[in-house]
């Protein structure tokens, strides 16, 4: 069964960063896009970036210049660095993966759980 896991939520100050994981298990044959996205309360989840198998990327242009979006594929793993952090950062964070399994052929897009991240000011 597949799992996504992110880790390294927790409290910022504004200015400050912080450095999200997200690691994939379970029966994976292949993974091709990776990305971040993220729900503030009372708001839709919103892409914050993206990034293909061979390590193109894509941002919100809110998080443009300030967040890296970066994987390892052998440890089938998205990463994503925040710095320069604003209060209006404060969200859950979800990590989501495009991933055939050993046991099929088409991919599905799963989603990690999220964790949360607060930037006070």
């Known amino acids: 069964q597949v799992r996504l896991v992110e880790s390294g939520g927790g409290l910022a100050q504004a200015g400050g960063s912080k450095r999200l994981s997200c690691a994939a298990s379970g029966g994976i044959r292949s993974i091709n896009d990776m990305g971040w996205y993220r729900q503030a309360p009372g708001n839709q989840r919103e892409l914050v970036a993206t990034?293909?198998?061979?390590?193109?990327?894509n941002y919100a242009d809110s998080v443009k210049g300030r967040f890296t979006i970066s994987r390892d594929n052998a440890g089938n793993t998205v990463y994503l660095q925040m710095d320069s952090l604003k209060p209006a950062d404060t969200a859950v964070y979800y990590c989501?993966?495009?991933?055939?399994?050993?046991?099929?052929?088409?991919?599905?897009?799963?989603w990690g759980k999220g964790t949360l991240v607060t930037v006070s000011s």
């Open positions: 990034i293909s198998t061979a390590g193109s990327t």
């Open positions: 989501n993966a495009d991933i055939k399994l050993a046991s099929s052929y088409f991919p599905r897009t799963y």
